[in-house]
């Protein structure tokens, strides 16, 4: 099964729209709380940084069903884990090795050498002048475009600065393909950049 990815500062999440219960871990724009209490129409929450309350309406939070947290932040209780990202810029040598490969050009044969490491080359100079002159994917633009829609039908949840933020994550996968699930609750398939 296919899933947006949305990044915090300190977490990869996936999120669906499943109801939501006393104790769930829920996002709401970009900050995560705890479920504190629900009712037919809000439910009251508690942010886990800062210890405060809200009482938002029950369908503006979504239920954090899976989580990747980054750098030394802690994992949250009670949520399914997501595999570590690999990186397409920690393959690009690799990549540049198997296109030499296929081409028959082998790094260490004396012959084709020569060869061998120029395809390597090409391929990581093409592979980081393209992430520099395309720094925003097609999923940026439409989740821009959204954003906007929002803004001037009078839903106006978001800040300039949360726009950035969202726009702002290129490079960080942005989708997961779920294969399975192991009994420790980590997730296994691969993420969509």
């Given at each position: 099964m296919k899933f947006d990815i949305f990044k915090t500062d300190d977490y990869y999440l996936i999120t669906d729209d499943v109801e939501i219960k006393t104790g769930d871990i829920v996002l709401l724009i970009d900050k995560i709380y705890t479920v504190l209490h629900v009712?037919?129409?809000y439910c009251t929450i508690l942010n886990l940084a800062t210890n405060t309350k809200a009482g938002p309406l029950k369908s503006s939070c979504k239920k954090i069903i899976a989580h990747l947290?980054?750098?030394d932040t802690k994992a949250l209780a009670g949520v399914d884990l997501l595999p570590?990202?690999?990186f397409v810029e920690d393959d690009v040598e690799q990549l540049g090795l198997d296109r030499a490969v296929d081409r028959r050009c082998y790094p260490n044969a004396l012959q084709t050498h020569r060869l061998a490491t120029e395809i390597i080359s090409a391929?990581?100079?093409g592979f980081n002048t393209a992430r520099?002159?395309?720094k925003h994917t097609t999923a940026d633009v439409y989740k821009a475009i959204e954003l906007a829609r929002q803004k001037v039908t009078g839903i106006d949840k978001y800040s300039k600065e949360d726009i950035i933020k969202l726009l702002s994550q290129t490079g960080n996968p942005?989708?997961?393909i779920q294969?399975?699930?192991e009994a420790?609750?980590?997730w296994t398939g691969k993420y969509i950049f």
């Open positions: 009712d037919a129409k947290p980054l750098d570590e990202v690999k391929v990581s100079y520099e002159k395309y942005i989708g997961f294969e399975g699930k420790s609750g980590l």
